[in-house]
């Protein structure tokens, strides 16, 4: 549904995106995610045929971007971080005005747009009288009030009180169940773990992109955590175990590295009782996004 081809802007000399290759399939959700100044905004403002690229391709619903922009701007819906709106008109004027402006027959679309969001209470509403929580909800009726197969998001829940971006978030696992192709810009990693599929991680160039639990596997490997009752009596060592790639313990506590679990746990587990452990618990230790995403940006270059 969107597809870049080594898609590349700079300002000047400066890059603010350089060389992306990306893809969001329909249903899919992908979370644009990176530091201030990695090219998000950019990204975004490209494909939604706002800033023309240096150079690269991008295919948006089938079309070039290049060559059929006209073709490309009814299939996308964008919430940008600045919303523009006619501050003196009610909240139903001002999607009335959006709607006309994308040529939507449907007369009811408007105050189905408005339920979808829960803006029906405050349609008559002047947009100058709304919070920024609500005006962030007309943003998201405004883009979706043409029904586009894409949308793009650019920081949806940013300034939200919890409440109200947590609606954000519901009414965004509904849209992309829709078999919409989601882009996602979000500097909150929990919301980013939540709704998307994969995330990819920009910093002027793409670092990493993949399903969180893959980045995490490929970052961190995975790490099994057995609790005993009592510390063992001997250190173990990796020629206890050949197939763990690391092995270490803290009081109660065994660390072991191992890339299959499922296959290895329980040689680990035999071995470990043979040398008299007692054995509390065994998990897996849980890496967060946030540690896959502070390791994917601190160490800085493709991985
Ligand atoms: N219109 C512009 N003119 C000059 N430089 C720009 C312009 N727009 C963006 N840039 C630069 O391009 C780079 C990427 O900016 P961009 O807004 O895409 O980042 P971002 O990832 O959205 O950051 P943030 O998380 O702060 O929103 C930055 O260095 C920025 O200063
Ligand atoms: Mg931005």
């Not at 992908?30 to 490209?46: D, E, F, Q, Y």
């Not at 065994?282 to 996004?289: A, G, H, M, P, Q």
């Amino acid at each position: 549904m969107i597809r870049t081809a080594s898609l590349s802007r700079y300002f000047g000399d400066r890059p603010a995106v350089v060389d992306l290759n990306l893809e969001v399939q329909a249903g899919e959700v992908l979370g644009l995610l990176g530091p201030n100044g990695a090219g998000k905004t950019t990204t975004v403002r490209m494909l939604a045929g706002l800033l023309a690229p240096t150079s690269g391709e991008a295919w948006v619903a089938g079309h070039n971007l290049r060559h059929e922009p006209e073709k490309v701007r009814p299939k996308i819906g964008i919430v940008s971080e600045n919303p523009g709106f006619y501050k003196r008109l009610s909240v139903r004027r001002n999607l009335q005005f959006f709607a006309d402006l994308y040529g939507v027959k449907d007369s009811q679309r408007v105050e189905e747009t408005l339920a979808l969001v829960g803006l029906m209470g405050r349609a008559e509403e002047p947009v100058a009288t709304l919070s920024k929580g609500l005006r962030q909800r007309l943003a998201l009726a405004r883009a979706l009030v043409h029904d586009p197969p894409v949308l793009l998001l650019d920081e949806p829940t940013s300034g939200l009180d919890p409440e109200a971006a947590k609606e954000v978030r519901d009414l965004l696992s509904e849209l992309s169940r829709a078999h919409r192709a989601i882009l996602l810009c979000t500097h909150n990693l929990a919301e980013a773990e939540r709704l998307c599929q994969r995330i990819a991680v920009l910093k002027t160039r793409l670092i990493a992109v993949g399903r969180p639990d893959e980045l995490k596997q490929r970052l961190f490997g995975r790490r099994v955590v057995i609790t005993l009752a009592q510390p063992l009596s001997r250190p173990l060592t990796k020629s206890d175990l050949p197939f763990v790639h690391e092995i270490s313990s803290d009081g109660n506590k065994v660390y072991a590295a191992i890339d299959d679990p499922e296959r290895n746990n329980p040689v680990l587990i035999r071995r470990l009782v043979e040398l008299g452990a007692e054995i509390v618990y065994v998990t897996e230790e849980e890496r967060t996004l946030e540690e896959v995403y502070l390791e994917l940006v601190e160490s800085g270059d493709a991985a």
